[in-house]
Structure formats: C-alpha cells, structure tokens
C-alpha cells in the first residue's frame, strides 16, 4: 500500500503571500556577490538600476510566486558553483542572471510561465530587447547544463537552511 508524502507543517511555503522582503534582500545580495567588476567600468548605457531595486521591481510587476523565486535561487547557487574560479563578469552580469533564472525558474515550475516579452516589458525596453532576453536564457541554461531538476527533497533542504542561516520565514 503506497503511503502518502506529508509535508512538515515548518516546511509548508504560502503561495498566497507576496514575496517577503527578507528573501528579496537575500537574493540581491546573493546574485551580487556573482559581479567581479568594479564599478568604475560601468558603461553609460543601457544604465540599469541597483539590483535590490531590479529585483524588487520585477517580483513586484511580475507578481512571481515565493516558489518561483526559491527556485530561481537554488538556480543561481548552482550557476555559481559550476563557474570557474577565474571567472570574470561585465557591468550588468547579477541583473541579466536574475532576469535568466527567473525565466527558466517560471518555466520549470509554473502552469503559465512567464515570457519573455512580459520580462522585457516589466525592465523595460530601452535594456535589453526580446532577442538578447532568449540569448541570456539560453546561455544560462548551458550554464547549468540543462540540469533543471529540483526535487522536494532539495527545495526543503534550501528552505530550512534560509530559515537557519538568513532567519527567513515563508
């Protein structure tokens, strides 16, 4: 007889709640630390706005869910792991590997994922075009390997160390 899969209580993620701000400036913070140049080569176009505020923006304007964003996370860390130790980074490298696993995070897991034309929209069109928001995507998922999976067990585990190490609820 099969038995049924029960999630801890500690473990349940509100879908109904907008993404806390405490996860917002979690994932800022951790897809910054992705940026290796100095601010001094900052090109004066297209001129993009700090990451905490990109980012608050697009969750905001795309309404995403606290799943996608975990999920666009778990992404990111594993992006950062397959990087060499040598990497080197251009200006706007943390906005446009947000804008990737955000767009990779909702197809994987979402019914209506977004599109994106609706990213394009909600950055705005004097950044980046729809064209260069499909070559990110794809350079991102090469990145990863295509390896898209992220298993309960895994988003779980993610989820009680946020809550142990940052002091993030959901």
């Given at each position: 007889?099969?038995?049924?899969?029960?999630?801890?209580?500690?473990?349940?993620?509100?879908?109904?709640?907008?993404?806390?701000?405490?996860?917002?400036?979690?994932?800022?913070?951790?897809?910054?630390?992705?940026?290796?140049?100095?601010?001094?080569?900052?090109?004066?176009?297209?001129?993009?706005?700090?990451?905490?505020?990109?980012?608050?923006?697009?969750?905001?304007?795309?309404?995403?869910?606290?799943?996608?964003?975990?999920?666009?996370?778990?992404?990111?860390?594993?992006?950062?792991?397959?990087?060499?130790?040598?990497?080197?980074?251009?200006?706007?490298?943390?906005?446009?590997?947000?804008?990737?696993?955000?767009?990779?995070?909702?197809?994987?897991?979402?019914?209506?994922?977004?599109?994106?034309?609706?990213?394009?929209?909600?950055?705005?069109?004097?950044?980046?075009?729809?064209?260069?928001?499909?070559?990110?995507?794809?350079?991102?998922?090469?990145?990863?390997?295509?390896?898209?999976?992220?298993?309960?067990?895994?988003?779980?585990?993610?989820?009680?160390e946020l809550r142990?190490?940052?002091?993030?609820?959901?």
């Amino acid at each position: 007889m099969p038995t049924a899969v029960i999630k801890p209580p500690s473990m349940e993620i509100s879908m109904n709640k907008p993404v806390p701000d405490s996860l917002i400036d979690y994932a800022s913070t951790s897809i910054c630390s992705i940026q290796t140049t100095l601010p001094s080569n900052k090109p004066t176009q297209p001129c993009l706005p700090d990451l905490l505020l990109f980012i608050k923006k697009i969750i905001t304007d795309l309404n995403l869910p606290v799943l996608t964003v975990l999920v666009c996370l778990i992404y990111f860390h594993r992006l950062k792991r397959a990087l060499p130790k040598s990497y080197s980074t251009e200006y706007g490298t943390a906005h446009r590997v947000f804008v990737s696993s955000v767009l990779v995070a909702s197809k994987y897991i979402d019914d209506q994922p977004l599109t994106s034309k609706r990213v394009v929209e909600s950055v705005g069109w004097n950044v980046w075009s729809i064209k260069e928001v499909n070559r990110m995507e794809r350079t991102f998922l090469n990145l990863l390997k295509w390896d898209l999976s992220v298993d309960r067990e895994s988003l779980y585990s993610y989820l009680a160390e946020l809550r142990e190490n940052q002091h993030i609820e959901l």
